[in-house]
């Protein structure tokens, strides 16, 4: 071989490290900003006085994040566990932050934090306390609250129900579940009327057909004075569940007595839905995959869709050539339902002995 030709491999290897730095650097940012939980625009107060002190300010606004992640991702059983987890755990669980909107107005201070807390650390932390989160997805569904007083054994039309005019205004930054109340149909309504004494076993699907929503939450709300039975009914992602709830001290002519029930419902129905996304994080499946290093747009898409799937817990490069790209994905879950994720965004795979090359 020539010492031209020496040097063109030469130049070519390098040119071939040089762009691959690059795109390693991009992805390891990447990484970073998909490994993290991203709690944006907690705003904090404090009396701005001789006994001011920003660094309370930021301890303030770490304890409110730490508060909104776990309301977030934990059931209400499991937050009261860890809701008084000290400070510095807190801090060693938290990537960076960053302030904005800074003010001083009538003697205070005013501030919005964005706190990244490390994914990986923060579910150590969660499981080390016998703790599974789950995936924080959002979820628009059909909400129908139907209250019926017994006395009358007649329905308060929506107008008239304190629930149906109120739910949306109690809500909280970790919730969830966007409720989306139906119009006061007088069809509707008079359907109901209808079959008030057949109410619990009346099937609900056609409704939600007409505001094309398939995940829905029926309340029927009894009342006698001040006794209170909800009887909720629960189609979350094709799985139903229908359970009951007892109050014997609330009043709906106050306002009191309306805010704790709508709170109340609003965070049993969280859970109920948390539940159907829990995290195994005991389950740590280690998969193998390649990819050609020239197929840019194939490994943009593939760490895309890392980056998006909670499942996947961590993933990293094990080692790369001039040919091939090694990474190995941790995943919380079956590989079936991996493989099925992977195939879904039109990546094809194939196993070659312990690793699956992805074309």
């Given at each position: 071989?020539?010492?031209?030709?020496k040097?063109?491999i030469i130049?070519k290897?390098c040119?071939?490290i040089?762009?691959?730095?690059?795109f390693l650097?991009s992805?390891l940012?990447?990484?970073l900003h998909?490994?993290?939980?991203?709690?944006n625009?907690?705003?904090?107060?404090?009396?701005?006085n001789?006994d001011?002190?920003?660094?309370r300010v930021?301890?303030k606004?770490?304890?409110?994040a730490?508060?909104?992640?776990?309301?977030?991702?934990?059931?209400?059983?499991d937050?009261?566990?860890?809701?008084?987890?000290?400070?510095?755990t807190?801090?060693?669980l938290?990537?960076s932050?960053?302030?904005?909107?800074?003010?001083f107005?009538e003697n205070?201070?005013y501030a919005k934090?964005?706190?990244?807390?490390?994914k990986?650390n923060?579910?150590?932390y969660f499981?080390?306390?016998?703790?599974?989160?789950?995936?924080?997805?959002?979820l628009n569904?059909l909400?129908?609250p139907?209250?019926i007083n017994?006395k009358?054994n007649g329905l308060?039309?929506f107008?008239?129900?304190?629930?149906?005019?109120?739910?949306n205004?109690?809500?909280?930054?970790?919730h969830?579940?966007?409720y989306?109340?139906?119009?006061?149909?007088?069809?509707?309504?008079?359907?109901?009327?209808n079959?008030?004494?057949?109410?619990?076993?009346?099937?609900f699907?056609e409704?939600s057909?007409?505001y094309?929503l398939e995940?829905y939450?029926v309340?029927?709300?009894?009342?006698?004075?001040?006794?209170i039975?909800?009887?909720s009914?629960?189609e979350?992602n094709?799985?139903?569940?229908?359970?009951?709830?007892?109050?014997?001290?609330?009043?709906?002519?106050?306002?009191?007595?309306i805010?704790r029930?709508?709170?109340?419902?609003k965070?049993?129905?969280e859970?109920?839905?948390?539940k159907?996304?829990i995290i195994?994080?005991?389950?740590?499946l280690?998969?193998?995959?390649?990819?050609?290093?020239?197929?840019?747009?194939?490994?943009?898409?593939?760490e895309?869709t890392?980056e998006?799937l909670?499942?996947?817990?961590?993933?990293?490069i094990?080692?790369?050539n001039?040919?091939?790209?090694f990474?190995k994905?941790i995943y919380n879950?079956?590989?079936?339902?991996?493989?099925k994720?992977?195939?879904t965004?039109?990546l094809n795979?194939?196993?070659?002995?312990q690793?699956?090359?992805?074309?």
């Amino acid at each position: 071989m020539t010492f031209k030709s020496k040097l063109e491999i030469i130049k070519k290897f390098c040119k071939f490290i040089f762009f691959f730095t690059i795109f390693l650097n991009s992805i390891l940012i990447s990484k970073l900003h998909a490994n993290s939980f991203k709690i944006n625009e907690i705003e904090i107060s404090e009396d701005f006085n001789l006994d001011f002190n920003k660094k309370r300010v930021f301890d303030k606004a770490f304890e409110s994040a730490f508060f909104q992640l776990i309301s977030t991702v934990i059931v209400s059983k499991d937050i009261k566990k860890i809701k008084k987890t000290n400070l510095s755990t807190i801090k060693s669980l938290i990537d960076s932050f960053n302030v904005s909107d800074e003010k001083f107005y009538e003697n205070k201070y005013y501030a919005k934090f964005n706190v990244n807390f490390n994914k990986k650390n923060t579910y150590k932390y969660f499981e080390s306390k016998n703790i599974f989160p789950s995936m924080p997805k959002k979820l628009n569904l059909l909400f129908i609250p139907l209250l019926i007083n017994n006395k009358e054994n007649g329905l308060v039309y929506f107008e008239k129900n304190p629930i149906y005019n109120n739910w949306n205004n109690y809500k909280k930054n970790y919730h969830l579940l966007n409720y989306i109340l139906p119009n006061e149909d007088i069809e509707d309504a008079q359907t109901f009327n209808n079959n008030i004494g057949l109410i619990e076993e009346y099937n609900f699907e056609e409704i939600s057909k007409k505001y094309n929503l398939e995940n829905y939450i029926v309340s029927i709300i009894y009342q006698d004075q001040n006794q209170i039975n909800v009887l909720s009914k629960l189609e979350l992602n094709n799985n139903y569940k229908i359970f009951s709830i007892n109050y014997n001290d609330l009043d709906l002519n106050y306002d009191t007595s309306i805010s704790r029930l709508i709170l109340d419902l609003k965070n049993i129905y969280e859970d109920e839905w948390k539940k159907l996304n829990i995290i195994n994080t005991s389950i740590q499946l280690p998969i193998t995959f390649s990819l050609s290093s020239k197929d840019y747009h194939t490994i943009e898409l593939f760490e895309k869709t890392l980056e998006d799937l909670d499942l996947v817990s961590n993933f990293m490069i094990l080692s790369f050539n001039n040919k091939d790209i090694f990474y190995k994905v941790i995943y919380n879950g079956s590989p079936d339902k991996f493989f099925k994720e992977i195939k879904t965004i039109g990546l094809n795979l194939e196993k070659n002995n312990q690793i699956w090359k992805i074309k």
